[in-house]
């Protein structure tokens, strides 16, 4: 099982990036797939997640209306789209897949994400 992101780099404040994850070995029908993001010293978050088209995404209040999480299937990818980003976005972001369908997004604790990809830097700054 593989998770592998691309599309980080460097914005500026009001830009966008979109973030890729491709999953091999897994069936990302079955998984609820989440992007998390660390900053340096600070926790790991979770910004987005996507359980199966049914249940829909969730988004924390930081990143809800400037950040949209999408899975395609067909091809076993993830994607992360952000928008006004802010020098607060700064971290490095993960892709990670948690088994189980329905909530998944309700109720998963990182301990449930069972697959994480290396992660990708974004770097907002002026």
């Known amino acids: 099982v593989q998770l592998v992101e691309s599309g980080g780099g460097l914005v500026q404040p009001g830009g966008s990036l979109s973030l890729s994850c491709a999953a091999s070995?897994?069936?990302?029908?079955?998984?609820?797939i989440s992007w998390f993001r660390q900053a340096p010293g600070k926790e790991r978050e979770r910004v987005a997640c996507?359980?199966?088209?049914?249940?829909?995404?969730m988004y924390p209040d930081s990143v809800k209306g400037r950040f949209s999480i999408s899975r395609d299937k067909s091809k076993s990818m993830a994607y992360l789209d952000m928008y006004n980003l802010k020098p607060e976005d700064t971290a490095v972001y993960y892709c990670?897949?948690?088994?189980?369908?329905?909530?998944?997004?309700?109720?998963?604790?990182?301990?449930?994400?069972?697959?994480w990809g290396q992660g990708t830097q974004v770097t907002v700054t002026s």
């Open positions: 070995g897994i069936n990302v029908e079955y998984y609820a």
């Open positions: 996507f359980s199966n088209s049914e249940w829909g995404t």
């Open positions: 990670a897949a948690a088994p189980g369908l329905g909530r998944v997004c309700e109720y998963a604790a990182e301990d449930d994400y069972r697959h």
